[in-house]
């Protein structure tokens, strides 16, 4: 990355959030933070208002095509940033896949309703701890793409903020 270019973005105001059950959407999280390490919090002791913020980067895993409860009460709970990108883990072969964009588009609705704009998403295969799928998964590939992912959002936002 430019040099020109790593120093606009830091002056990005970003927050990484999500929501983790066994551990793999913290590690895509803890990714995408390293990249312009900015500020990441698990969704419980996230801030609500982050009216001073530029982009929130959310992340949860798909329970049955659905984000957690946590991350559904907190963007209702949410004073919304200018813009936010969004994140999934999902522990299913195929079916995880597209239940995965099934829950991007809820969550994508609910910021779109409080005037926030989508920037990006993110999906990645995790260890599903009930059905041993996924093994191993997020890999350092993975974590990889999560870090690509982060630095396309902030070659967007550098052209849009
Ligand atoms: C209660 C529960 C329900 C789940 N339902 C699905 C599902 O419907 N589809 C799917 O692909 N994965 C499902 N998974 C698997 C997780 O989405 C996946 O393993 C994810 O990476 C877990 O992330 P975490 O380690 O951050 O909790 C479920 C996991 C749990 C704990």
Redesign the pocket.
């Known amino acids: 990355m430019g040099v020109l270019l790593h120093f606009k973005v830091c002056k990005i105001r970003s927050i990484v959030v999500y929501?983790?059950?066994?551990?793999?959407?913290?590690k895509i999280a803890e990714a995408i933070a390293s990249v312009y390490n900015c500020d990441i919090k698990k969704v419980d002791e996230a801030p609500l208002d982050l009216k001073n913020y530029d982009i929130l980067i959310l992340g949860t895993?798909?329970?049955?095509?659905h984000p957690s409860d946590k991350i559904i009460n907190y963007i209702n709970n949410l004073t919304v940033p200018k813009y936010f990108s969004l994140f999934v883990?999902?522990?299913?072969p195929i079916?995880?896949q597209i239940?995965?964009i099934f829950c991007l588009r809820k969550m994508r609705k609910l910021f779109e309703a409080k005037g926030s704009k989508f920037i990006k998403s993110f999906i990645c295969?995790?260890?599903?701890?009930?059905y041993k799928t996924?093994k191993g998964r997020p890999s350092c590939k993975d974590l990889e793409a999560a870090k690509r992912f982060a630095t396309k959002i902030y070659l967007r936002s550098g052209k849009i903020l």
């Open positions: 929501d983790s059950f066994s551990g793999n959407t913290k895993l798909n329970i049955r095509a883990t999902f522990g299913m079916w995880g239940s995965s295969p995790g260890f599903h701890i009930k996924y």
